[in-house]
T-cell receptor, first 113, second 111 residues
């Protein structure tokens, strides 16, 4: 089944403790992206990647890092999480820069206390 | 710069009634337009998309949308809603590797 898999689904952590949210797709998509969803703000792009070793900032990249060492994986790293990063995070992939529509993961609900 | 405006944050409607969810966009270049649906505790699913051609686009679950270039709108419609359509709906605009989502419209269906 074609899908984007995110882990974990739920995560509660403390301020400053480094964490990684994993994202993997099995569709050989070139384009991958991370979004955060907050009430009333819709989805805001954090980082995206056009292909292996090619990443770029989205609209809200501060406090996040990404890497794209393999085509299928695109982890999101929070080096020192803060409470304002409490949010619902989605990974998405697309055949080519989103033109044909994204496939989204099921989401990761992160709480930073 | 692109922007997307979903004019209604919430739309309540009775079951079997018609519904329209409004979306307006602004862009200085040609765009592609999308509607996504998010059911409770799930990720977003693509409902329909406009890339080119006919301005009336049909999607899954009986939804359709009409691209109106002069009014820069892409409103989503369904002639008769069902309880299972309860979800949040997002309009999105893409061009030149940039995709922007609207803030979402929560559709609630009353029996």
């Amino acid at each position: 089944e074609a899908q984007v898999t995110q882990n974990p689904r739920y995560l509660i952590t403390v301020t400053g403790k480094k964490l990684t949210v994993t994202c993997s797709q099995n569709m050989n998509h070139e384009y991958m992206s991370w979004y955060r969803q907050d009430p009333g703000l819709g989805l805001r792009q954090i980082y995206y990647s056009m292909n292996v070793e090619v990443t770029d900032k989205g609209d809200v990249p501060e406090g996040y890092k990404v890497s794209r060492k393999e085509k299928r994986n695109f982890p999101l790293i929070l080096e020192s999480p803060s409470p304002n990063q409490t949010s619902l995070y989605f990974c998405a992939s697309s055949l080519r820069d989103g033109v044909y529509g994204y496939t989204f993961g099921s989401g990761t609900r992160l709480t930073v206390v | 710069a692109q922007s997307v405006t979903q004019l209604d944050s919430q739309v309540p409607v009775f079951e079997e009634a018609p519904v329209e969810l409004r979306c307006n966009y602004s862009s200085s270049v040609s765009v592609y337009l999308f509607w996504y649906v998010q059911y409770p505790n799930q990720g977003l699913q693509l409902l329909l998309k406009y890339l080119s051609g006919s301005t009336l686009v049909k999607g899954i679950n009986g939804f359709e949308a009409e691209f109106n270039k002069s009014q820069t709108s892409f409103h989503l419609r369904k002639p008769s809603v069902h309880i299972s359509d309860t979800a949040e709906y997002f309009c999105a605009v893409s061009s030149a590797s940039k995709i922007i989502f609207g803030s979402g419209t929560r559709l609630s269906i009353r029996p």
